[in-house]
């Protein structure tokens, strides 16, 4: 099983195994995996459905995720569309201030992984998507780990790649309302000038 495994892996990555004396962790690291590190029970409550919002089911067992992908030039994504205003789909305030955003303002958040503890907050990444590209600023967290709460809209923790984006960013991606609701993108950070 382990020979025939091998057999189907790339040249460069056997290379790169064949070198290696490390543990699985620095290996999963390396070729840019993340795996669920736990499961949440979910627990259901009032979920406000705007945005096509996915609502926690009572005792489904939810994956958590601790880790996001490597950031590189061009990071794999999904983006899923949330509101920042009050009174929304996005449930408490944002992580980074606080604060709440209108729907027209280029505001994300980011997975966990790449939430980095607030490392990112205020800052500009750049989102590819749809042919078009458009920088919003890192004001929340989209939690991978958590979910399942009142201050989360009764929602399930979020995937490992996941961006949450504002109306406004969709919008500047060019992508139609009625097809607003999960998109594979790129992105990377804005390096300040």
């Known amino acids: 099983m382990q020979k025939q495994l091998l057999s189907s892996l790339p040249i460069t990555l056997l290379l790169l195994l064949s ?3 490390s543990t699985e962790a620095t290996i ?16 259901s409550g009032f979920c406000t459905t705007q945005n096509d919002a996915d609502c926690c089911q009572e005792g489904q067992l939810y994956p958590q995720y601790r880790c996001s992908p490597p950031v590189t030039a061009n990071t794999n994504a999904v983006m899923y569309i949330g509101s920042f205003s009050q009174n929304s789909d996005g449930g408490s305030a944002t992580a980074c201030d606080g604060k709440f955003y209108a729907d027209n303002e280029t505001v994300v958040a ?5 939430f980095n503890g607030g490392s990112r907050c205020l800052k500009n990444i750049r ?3 749809n042919g ?8 929340d967290e989209c ?19 996941a961006i949450t984006a504002s109306p406004a960013v969709w919008k500047e991606l060019g992508v139609p309302e009625t097809q607003r609701s999960e998109l594979v993108v790129t992105w990377s950070e804005v390096l300040s000038s």
Request: include cysteine; charged fraction near 15%.
């Open 28 to 43: 999963r690291i390396v070729i840019g995996t993340c795996h669920a590190s736990s499961y949440l029970t979910g627990k």
């Open 19 to 21: 070198t290696l004396r």
């Open 110 to 114: 980011l997975s966990t992984g790449w």
């Open 127 to 129: 989102i590819n998507g």
């Open 143 to 161: 939690d991978s780990v958590n979910g399942c709460t009142a201050d989360l809209n009764y929602e399930p923790p979020c995937g490992p790649n």
């Open 132 to 139: 078009n590209s458009v920088t919003a600023k890192v004001v």
